[in-house]
């Protein structure tokens, strides 16, 4: 028992790594020889923790979820060369994509079979628990990817009629998704009484997961209307309440352990959620991935990246421009770079603005490794680099969660040496960012003493205030106008959440394509002499990555590209299915 509760705790280890859960898939065995004890529930169970972004799931990129944004599209995130869903340039899909339905199956298997374990209900209830809150992630993936999706309540054999019916409607795969989250808030343990702690899914994680899914809903709805994205007859508000009332329970006092972790080292705690290989004991943090090299391939190179190289990961100017300055006012980026460019650019606004600014990208000075390789400082940005894993294309490059006496860090050791910083799946302050939104798109009062402001004095920052920013057009242009309140929430959002992989659902909810739509990503002001190498800018001076693969910037799709393709081969096999609008 032991050694299962040991793998679910790392829960990287899935079942091709342990004898003990090297069994045939039990649709493919007699329901007889399975479904018996509470072990075979947690045994089939625990293949689904793999669904979740980390350092090892993310395409190919070596920064995993850290990255995310630069592979599926953000205006703060670039990779190599433009994402073709921000450039319009998506080819129908024919097959396969994201229209996959093994995984949903296969948690309707442990739907159909569970009560055949002859065990309490109590003594199951984790194990349920967590089957209610992968078929919620599951169907939230899918509702993102295509919206409106069908249904399916059993494992559909192949000639189930099932198989052709038509797509439901979003709002109601929404309404299922999140009764599926009630369901495993009222089964799962709480992080302080469930065998693994905040390694394994508990109540907090599932009511963090909660509040997402709702203000995703709530927004998009909101922010659709009157587009073909819209559904008829959908309640944002209902949505919105829902993500609040999901956060107002977690912030229950005494009944949840979870909190801001603040050590009064503003310069440094928030870099620390990102860089530990232990993560137990951070009340922050809901649920983690633990990776354990002594588990043969559960390892990855995160360190070994954020520290000597990049994984052609660069964060733009778009994003860095989010930051105040240290006093909380707007700071004129813009300005700045007519006098000031290159390095001394770099530790100019290090200095000057939020101390999260400097635990996000590198600053001279800062210490990139220290450990048994020796000790080297970040110079300057790696614009020089051929293009590749140690590329760097905006002058901004990415430092979040790196640890510089990881004995990894700077690849000294080789880059097959196994690194296992851990990664964070849910964290609280998620939460405290989506009861804000959600208050404030509603129009009610936002509590900032327990929500925002918890998230600024840990980062040395002042209170949380609703100010009018004239610099906001620069960074900011969501094609419409917001209250302030709703500007500066989203400004705290985008600082707060950077490089974590939430700009890409972020922009698509608020029908946000204005912020790059016609428009290059754009770097640092560059200064010509630290380089030797001709680096492309724009007329004003700042590097410009993308200046001849898109000359007219990114050229999006608003009438097609905010929902994926459903594949056509699947519409040719069940003519009920529906296309999305442009495809």
């Avoid at 020796?374 to 990415?398: H, I, M, R, W």
């Amino acid at each position: 028992m032991k050694k299962l509760l040991y793998i679910i705790i790392v829960f990287i280890a899935l079942v091709s790594c342990n004898k003990n859960l090297d069994v045939p898939p039990p649709d493919q065995i007699s329901n007889s020889q399975y479904w018996k004890t509470k072990t075979d529930l947690e045994n089939y169970t625990v293949q689904f923790y793999a669904v979740f972004p980390t350092f090892r799931t993310v395409g190919t990129i070596y920064t995993g979820m850290m990255g995310r944004d630069a592979l599926l599209g953000s205006d703060h995130q670039i990779y190599i060369t433009p994402v073709l869903q921000l450039n319009g340039t998506r080819t129908a899909t024919v097959s396969g994509g994201n229209w996959d339905w093994g995984n949903i199956r296969a948690v309707n298997i442990f739907f159909e079979n569970y009560r055949k374990v002859n065990d309490t209900r109590a003594n199951i209830a984790q194990a349920v628990g967590e089957a209610y809150f992968f078929k919620a992630w599951l169907y939230f993936e899918k509702v993102k990817a295509y919206g409106d999706v069908p249904w399916y309540t059993n494992s559909l054999q192949m000639n189930d009629s099932a198989l052709y019916n038509p797509r439901t409607p979003r709002t109601q795969v929404i309404d299922s998704v999140l009764a599926h989250l009630d369901s495993a808030i009222a089964n799962l343990g709480v992080i302080k009484t469930v065998s693994g702690g905040n390694n394994r899914l508990s109540k907090e994680a599932a009511l963090i997961f909660k509040s997402r899914v709702a203000l995703f809903e709530g927004t998009w709805q909101k922010y659709h209307a009157s587009t073909v994205f819209a559904t008829a007859g959908a309640n944002p508000t209902k949505y919105l309440q829902a993500s609040v009332d999901a956060v107002t329970e977690l912030m229950t006092a005494g009944k949840y352990t979870a909190s801001i972790t603040n050590t009064g080292k503003p310069g440094s705690d928030y870099n620390s959620l990102f860089n530990s290989t232990n993560l137990s004991s951070v009340s922050e943090i809901a649920l983690w991935c633990k990776f354990d090299k002594t588990q043969g391939t559960f390892s990855h190179n995160f360190q070994q990246y954020v520290t000597s190289n990049t994984s052609s990961v660069s964060t733009t100017h778009e994003c860095i421009q989010n930051y105040l300055s240290k006093t909380g006012t707007p700071y004129d980026y813009n300005t700045l770079a007519t006098t000031l460019k290159g390095t001394p650019y770099l530790t100019k606004i290090g200095n000057d603005c939020d101390p999260r600014l400097s635990q996000v990208i590198w600053t001279p000075g800062q210490t990139m490794w220290n450990n048994s390789s020796g000790t080297v400082l970040f110079v300057k940005p790696n614009l020089d680099k051929s293009a590749g894993d140690t590329k760097n294309y905006t002058g901004y490059q990415e430092n979040k969660g790196v640890d510089p006496k990881d004995p990894t860090a700077g690849g000294a050791l080789g880059f097959s040496t196994a690194c296992e910083t851990g990664a964070v799946i849910f964290r609280y302050a998620e939460a405290l960012l989506n009861y804000a939104e959600a208050q404030a798109e509603m129009g009610k009062v936002v509590d900032y003493t327990k929500s925002l402001n918890l998230l600024r004095s840990r980062a040395g920052m002042p209170a949380f205030t609703v100010q009018a920013d004239p610099l906001r057009s620069n960074y900011a242009n969501f094609g419409y106008s917001l209250t302030d309140e709703l500007y500066e929430i989203r400004r705290e959002r985008a600082v707060e959440l950077s490089c974590e992989g939430f700009r890409f659902d972020d922009w698509r909810r608020w029908r946000a394509h204005a912020l790059f739509a016609g428009k290059r990503p754009t770097g640092f002001p560059l200064l010509a002499s630290e380089y030797t190498v001709t680096i492309a800018t724009n007329a004003t001076g700042f590097v410009d990555p993308f200046k001849t693969l898109i000359p007219s910037g990114y050229n999006f799709n608003a009438g097609r590209d905010y929902l994926d393709n459903i594949p056509t081969n699947e519409i040719t096999l069940n003519p009920k299915l529906s296309q999305n609008p442009g495809w």
